[in-house]
Each structure stands twice: as C-alpha cells, then as structure tokens.
C-alpha cells in the first residue's frame, strides 16, 4: 500500500550542530512534500514544501532535499537550536485528492 | 479569527457516549480537514470539506463518525457510542481553496481534541 514513512523514530543532536531528518514515501504520483513541525500539545506547523520536479528548496535555517531516483525526502536544520524539539513529519500531497498524507514522524531532541 | 480553533481541548467520555468536537477554521478558508492523531502517529486523515459539501469521508472508520459543515464555516465531528479505540487526539485543519501558484496546498492545524474514551 501507499505510505510515507520516516528511517528513525528519533534523533538527538547538540544545540549549534546540524540536523538531519529523513524521510521514505512509496507513491510517485504526489504533486508536493511537506515538513511540518509538531511541538508537544500543538497542531502541526508547516515549515516548508517542495514541489516534486524540484530537488532542493531553500527557507530559513531549513533546506529539503528530495531524490525521487530512491524516494528519499530529507529536511536538514542548520544550526539547531533547542526551539527546534519537536516531532517532525513529511507529508505527501497529490492535488487531485485536496489532502495530506502524513509518515509516522520523527522526534528531534536537542541537547544544550 | 487568527487561527484554527478547537473545543473542547480535552474530552473524557464513557464508552458508549456520543461526543462532539467543534472546530472553527481561519475566516476565509474554503476547506476543512479532519485527521485523527493516534499517541506516537502520524495525523491519519478522516474527511474534508469544500464549503458545506463533504467531498471526501473516505477515511472515517466506521459509520459511528459524522462530519458536518452546513453552512461552509464551522464545522462538527460527532462520534457516536465511543469505543476506547475512538482515543486520539481530533485535529482539525483549514485552507484556501485556490493552491498559491508554485506552493502546496498548506495546512493550517488547530491544536486539536484530545479525546479520551474510559
């Protein structure tokens, strides 16, 4: 079945260093990928998107790289910092549906 | 309003009572989500909205879940004789309907429900 899942369920890194989060999808046929943000009793925060004949995007402190040869998403934090902590999902938008399809997320944890 | 609003923000219910969680989208916002959050998931997607129709319950797991939006802004999702699976946290989200050229269709979430079923 279709699906969007992440390689590590969570990821612990010192303040000032990079993170990387990465992320698998197994359905082709998507329009978009997102980064949302959830921090402990909140809803998701969009952080960024990439449109799928794209292979990098840019936006502040945060890069995501797409390989579509592998299935690969990846979102990669410079500079953590610790309002980073959170869970983070990607998430699989097809414009022909209206909705998302979220993997399973990953928790960033970062130490001072 | 500024943001996507939800009440309650906490419900305990006995099993085998109906509830009904309320969510106010951004004023403006043509379309309404609702996922369903599982503890340590990924937000599971139940059913959208454009304007009033429901134009996708595909993912509501049984008939005991109704979503409504009559008049295209407020909308309710009512779960009827909750069972201790019905625990999760509702997440309701809102977003305009025309994709911003060269964007994704992006997702603002309320801080959801969280439903608790004894």
């Known amino acids: 079945g279709e699906s969007v899942g992440l390689h590590l369920p969570t990821l612990s890194v010192q303040e000032g260093d990079n993170s990387i989060i990465n992320c698998a999808y197994s359905?082709?046929?998507?329009?978009?990928f997102i980064w949302y943000k959830q921090e402990s009793g909140k809803g998701p925060q969009f952080i960024i998107d990439?449109?799928?004949?794209?292979d990098k995007r840019q936006g502040q402190r945060v890069t995501v790289l797409l390989n579509k040869t592998v299935k690969h998403l990846s979102l990669q934090i410079a500079a953590t910092q610790p309002g980073d902590s959170a869970v983070y999902f990607c998430?699989?938008?097809?414009?022909?549906?209206?909705?998302?399809?979220f993997g399973q997320g990953t928790t960033l944890q970062v130490k001072p | 309003g500024a943001g996507v609003s939800q009440s309650p923000r906490y419900k305990v219910a006995k099993r085998g009572q109906d509830v009904a969680l309320r969510c106010d989208p951004i004023?403006?916002?043509?379309?309404l989500f609702w996922y369903q959050q599982a503890l340590g998931q990924g937000p599971e997607f139940l059913t959208y909205?454009?304007?009033?129709?429901?134009?996708?319950k595909s993912g509501l797991p049984s008939d005991r879940f109704f979503a409504e939006r009559p008049e295209g802004s407020v909308s309710t999702l009512k779960i009827q004789r909750t069972q201790q699976e019905d625990s999760a946290v509702y997440l309701c989200?809102?977003?305009?309907?025309?994709?911003?050229?060269?964007?994704?269709?992006?997702?603002?979430f309320g801080a959801g429900s969280r439903l608790t079923v004894l």
């Open positions: 989200a809102s977003s305009l309907r025309e994709r911003p050229r060269g964007g994704a269709n992006v997702l603002t």
């Open positions: 359905n082709s046929a998507s329009d978009y």
């Open positions: 990439i449109r799928s004949n794209m």
């Open positions: 998430a699989e938008d097809r414009s022909n549906t209206g909705k998302l399809i």
């Open positions: 004023s403006g916002h043509v379309s």
């Open positions: 909205f454009q304007n009033e129709a429901q134009l996708d």
